[in-house]
């Protein structure tokens, strides 16, 4: 029996405790834990150590020594998916995961979304909801469930739009992109779904989502930018434009392109060049500059944007400014050669 008072850390498991949990998809119960070896006093200390984690009741996981590195949003989503596996387990079959709770293990994992309660719905009929997890009725009824990691989830397409209808617009935004990137859904089969829950609460922000989505974006922070770049009224961008020199080679593949414009945006996400040294800061800045050469502008985007929408806008318009001065300069040296040469040559 691996017993408690080991040190200060008790990280690790027994074997057969941890090869329950590989199986399970990360979780285990107190029944499990029993049968491991170990004692109701053994949980305590784990729990207390913070080298398990109480899933709910009767119900834990593994934290593991990497899961303080996690961003505060990858934590949410380790720790909801462990407990929505663990609540379909114990539904006995009754009941597939839905909404937000489908959407992560279809791979869609948007951290703003509202992950403080596991959805589950039911395929007869309606079950009691708890303060971390919400029961759904089959309305409309689950007719083609899809397995992932041996849990059955309502279709893609359905946990978008399930998931989309109770949250905001750019978030709802981000979580339509990334399905279609992902190839989980596509718009055809997203507006089917939209069809499903017709006149239900939140309809009309999802349809909206839906017509703006654009599986080009490659993140969430591009979504959200892409949301307040329309809100501002700015023109449509060419979205993972390629540009090219002369020559044609590829010089950069810019997030967003306003070609009328000569403007090009990018996303720089928080987490971008963390722990990568110089070397990409580097290359970023050679990219940049070779981007300038050609006569671009170049506005860089961050989360702090986002929450700032006049200054952005402001920055923007300065960097069209500065290159219609350019290209007019340029049009003025140009007809000056012009007139040298028909003066010279008379």
């Given at each position: 029996m691996e017993g408690a008072g080991f040190g200060c850390m008790l990280w690790g498991m027994n074997l057969k405790l941890s090869t329950v949990a590989a199986r399970r998809g990360g979780?285990?119960?107190?029944?499990?834990?029993?049968?491991?070896?170990?004692?109701?006093?053994?949980?305590?200390?784990?729990?207390?150590?913070?080298?398990?984690?109480?899933?709910?009741?009767?119900?834990?996981?593994?934290?593991?020594?990497?899961?303080?590195?996690?961003?505060?949003?990858?934590?949410?989503?380790?720790?909801h998916v462990r407990t929505a596996k663990a609540a379909y387990h114990q539904a006995g079959g009754g009941a597939v995961l839905s909404h937000q709770s489908a959407l992560l293990l279809h791979g869609v994992q948007i951290g703003d979304l509202d992950l403080s309660r596991v959805h589950l719905t039911n395929l007869a009929r309606l079950g009691r909801s708890t303060r971390w997890m919400c029961q759904h009725a089959p309305r409309p009824p689950v007719l083609d469930p899809v397995e992932v990691e041996g849990v059955c989830l309502t279709p893609a397409p359905r946990s978008v739009v399930e998931a989309i209808r109770g949250t905001s617009y750019p978030v709802a935004v981000s979580v339509v992109d990334e399905a279609l990137r992902r190839e989980l859904a596509t718009a055809a089969q997203l507006s089917e779904a939209l069809g499903l829950f017709g006149g239900r609460t939140g309809i009309g922000t999802a349809t909206r989502a839906v017509q703006f989505g654009d599986g080009r974006s490659e993140s969430a922070g591009e979504s959200r930018l892409r949301v307040l770049m329309a809100d501002l009224g700015l023109p449509k961008p060419r979205l993972q434009a390629e540009i090219r020199d002369l020559s044609g080679r590829l010089v950069g593949r810019v997030d967003f392109l306003f070609e009328e414009w000569g403007v090009i945006v990018e996303f720089d996400g928080?987490?971008?060049?963390?722990?990568?040294?110089?070397?990409?800061?580097?290359?970023?800045?050679?990219?940049?500059?070779?981007?300038?050469?050609?006569?671009?502008?170049?506005?860089?985007?961050?989360?702090?944007?986002?929450?700032?929408?006049?200054?952005?806008?402001?920055?923007?318009?300065?960097?069209?400014?500065?290159?219609?001065?350019?290209?007019?300069?340029?049009?003025?040296?140009?007809g000056n050669l012009q007139g040298v040469s028909r003066r010279t040559s008379r």
């Open positions: 979780w285990f119960d107190r029944a499990d834990v029993l049968a491991a070896g170990y004692s109701d006093d053994d949980i305590h200390l784990r729990i207390k150590d913070g080298s398990w984690v109480r899933l709910f009741r009767g119900v834990y996981a593994e934290v593991g020594v990497d899961y303080d590195l996690l961003a505060s949003w990858d934590q949410r989503i380790w720790r928080a987490l971008k060049y963390a722990g990568k040294g110089s070397a990409p800061l580097v290359l970023e800045k050679a990219r940049e500059d070779a981007l300038r050469d050609l006569g671009y502008e170049v506005v860089r985007a961050t989360w702090p944007d986002l929450s700032a929408p006049a200054a952005f806008a402001v920055r923007v318009a300065q960097a069209r400014d500065r290159s219609r001065r350019r290209s007019n300069a340029v049009l003025s040296a140009a």
